[in-house]
């Protein structure tokens, strides 16, 4: 059982006119590359993630209620910049300020994991979330490796690898 001791939150924002906010391959990889060079700069743990072409969900673990807030500010400021250098695009890329919710309880946590992980079979871009490249969903269930202690969370979480891959998959029903 995970306890719940630091808040969980989760971070989500949608490009301005729910326009795109990846524009290739490349802009992913950009993206979760300068999350895991900024990670370390902060006492957050990244716990969930599901990058869609016009929108993203991060949820962390956090120890202070402002880290989380600091480390999203830094990513996407980071991130604009260096998409508009190398889309030759102006201006703003998000729709207003990001949305955060506080996870504070381990139900809310499961459901929020469920949530993130099914974004893009609910959109329709994938039969199956360990299709979407640009999530840790694989991770999750233990059919990709990673840097971070995912597997050991999904045990905590749900038991074992199938269990969760059972949970997820009955939204697809």
């Known amino acids: 059982m995970i306890e719940l001791v630091s808040p969980y939150e989760h971070y989500f924002n949608r490009g301005v006119n729910k326009e ?9 990889d950009y993206l979760l590359n300068l999350i895991y060079r900024f990670l370390p700069d902060y006492s957050i743990e990244l716990i969930a993630y599901c990058l869609m072409p016009n929108h993203y969900h991060l949820l962390l673990k956090v120890d202070s209620l402002q880290t989380g807030s600091k480390f999203i500010q830094r990513l996407f400021n980071a991130y604009t910049q260096g998409v ?25 946590l499961r ?58 998959q009955i939204l697809s029903e």
């Open 20 to 28: 795109a906010i990846f524009f290739s391959n490349i802009n992913y």
């Open 84 to 108: 508009n250098k190398l889309e030759e695009r102006v201006g703003t890329l998000f729709q207003g300020s990001v949305k955060k919710r506080f996870i504070e309880s381990e139900d809310y």
């Open 111 to 168: 459901e929020a994991i469920r949530y993130i992980h099914q974004n893009p079979v609910r959109s329709r871009l994938v039969l199956e979330p360990e299709s979407w490249n640009y999530s840790d969903y694989s991770e999750w269930i233990g059919i990709k490796s990673s840097k971070r202690q995912i597997y050991q969370q999904c045990l905590s979480l749900f038991g074992s690898a199938d269990e969760y891959k059972k949970w997820v």
